[in-house]
């Protein structure tokens, strides 16, 4: 079965300090790479996506992805975090032929303190 | 422009009750989406719509759930003789084009049912 594992539930970082979000998923089949954020009461905000083409995509905010076939991963990366970065950030995959329906991993917590 | 919304934001019910979730998909999107939320998951499938038809209903976990679409906009997520089990966040997004295309989809701020 299809599956996404995030490998880190929590993350606390200082603020300007750099992160990495891990994302790892399963598939026979070809993907697209989504990450998905969250901020505190409010809905799911796309962040960045992977379709097709140049392995590193760029996002909102100053977050970019790098998407590595050979090792199933799209890590989700930003050099200076900012207090405002704190939320929860959720890796999706879609798988290609599907009818459209997102696989999320379990998400993991970023907490950037001053 | 507006964006998904639903209604209500908390829904509190008794084990057994009925209870319907509202979604408003942003204006022209064809596909429209049901995830489940529950607590320190991320959210699970449940039900896709392209139009007024179910095109995939394989994540309803069993037969109390239900959703409707009659008019390819508004649907209504319907679940019978609730259980406390069925306490969640329940997010709907919507998406242009839907199908095999990988189409971003947008989501709402979700409906908190809490099952007493």
């Known amino acids: 079965a299809q599956s996404v594992t995030q490998l880190d539930s929590q993350v606390p970082v200082f603020e300007e300090a750099p992160v990495e979000l891990r994302c790892n998923y399963s598939?026979?089949?070809?993907?697209?790479l989504f990450w998905y954020v969250q901020y505190p009461n409010q809905g799911l905000q796309l962040l960045l996506k992977y379709l097709s083409g140049s392995t590193l995509v760029k996002g909102i905010n100053g977050f970019e992805a790098e998407f590595n076939k050979s090792q199933t991963s799209f890590h989700l990366r930003k050099p200076s975090v900012h207090i405002s970065d704190t939320a929860e950030y959720f890796c999706a995959v879609l798988l290609g032929g599907s009818q459209g329906n997102l696989i999320f991993g379990k998400g993991t917590k970023l907490s950037v303190k001053p | 422009g507006a964006g998904v919304s639903q209604t209500p934001s908390n829904k509190v019910t008794e084990k057994g009750k009925y209870v319907e979730l509202r979604c408003d998909p942003i204006s022209g999107h064809t596909a429209l989406y049901w995830y489940r939320q529950s607590l320190g998951q991320g959210p699970e499938f449940l039900i896709y719509f392209q139009g007024t038809g179910a095109a995939d209903d394989s994540g309803l976990p069993n037969d109390r759930f239900f959703a409707v679409r009659p008019e390819g906009s508004v649907s209504t997520l319907k679940i019978q003789r609730t259980e406390r089990g069925d306490s969640a966040v329940y997010l709907c997004?919507?998406?242009?084009?839907?199908?095999?295309?990988?189409?971003?989809?947008?989501f709402g701020p979700g409906t908190r049912l809490t099952v007493l």
């Open positions: 997004a919507s998406s242009f084009l839907g199908g095999r295309a990988p189409d971003t989809q947008y």
């Open positions: 598939s026979s089949v070809s993907v697209y």
